[in-house]
């Protein structure tokens, strides 16, 4: 069951690896479809929109920010299973490129000529076809557990997010 939408290919490829499971992880349209995906098309049922943070989002009134720090906001449903998380800064290759910086390392390191190179190929139809990507992210995969950073909180939250489903707890949650 796909149980997270993202909004893009490489989105859909980190967060499948990063949560050791493809299967789960939808890809949709755009952010606007991964919000909606989320608040309209799951009515109610558990799911996970995991968006970047580079416009004003739109997120539904009935969705309350539950957790925040310089990189991630987490928004759950105020009745609902549902969870938003906005990813930044600003866009997914931003993000992933604030943890190369924290490692002392750059996307030029894996043979691209720079950033924007990066960002292209990441908006590509499969960027996990281009081996200086799979390299790019695997780096991440294999280092992130290392240390306390952005990525590692965030995957300790959507396991338990994923694990606890309808027994998701508040308290828990923010004590994680």
């Given at each position: 069951?796909k149980?997270?939408?993202?909004e ?10 990063l949560?050791?499971?493809?299967n789960?992880?939808r890809?949709?349209s ?9 608040a309209?098309?799951?009515k109610g049922?558990?799911s996970?929109?995991i968006?970047d943070?580079?416009k004003?989002?739109k ?6 920010k539950i957790?925040?720090?310089e990189?991630?906001?987490i ?6 299973c549902?969870?938003i998380i906005?990813i930044?800064?600003?866009q ?5 490129n604030?943890y190369l910086?924290?490692?002392n ?7 691209f000529v720079?950033?924007v190179?990066?960002?292209?190929q ?10 200086r990507?799979k ?6 995969i294999?280092n992130?557990h ?12 959507l396991e ?13 949650f923010?004590n994680i």
């Open positions: 069951m149980l997270v939408g993202v893009c290919w490489a989105d859909k490829y980190f967060f499948g690896r949560l050791n499971d493809k789960i992880i890809k949709e755009g952010d606007d479809a991964v919000i909606d995906g989320v309209i098309r799951s049922s558990f996970v929109g968006v943070v580079d004003d989002k997120i539904p009134k009935d969705f309350t957790c925040e720090n990189n991630t906001q928004f759950k449903h105020n009745e609902n549902q969870f906005l930044g800064p600003r997914f290759e931003h993000w992933i604030e910086k924290i490692k390392s750059s996307v030029e390191d894996f043979g720079n950033f190179e990066f960002m292209k990441s908006k590509s139809l499969k960027p996990e076809n281009d081996e990507f390299d790019v992210i695997s780096f991440v294999e992130f290392r240390s306390e950073n952005h990525i590692f909180k965030l995957k300790i939250h338990y997010i994923l694990e606890k489903k309808y027994q998701f707890n508040i308290e828990e923010q």
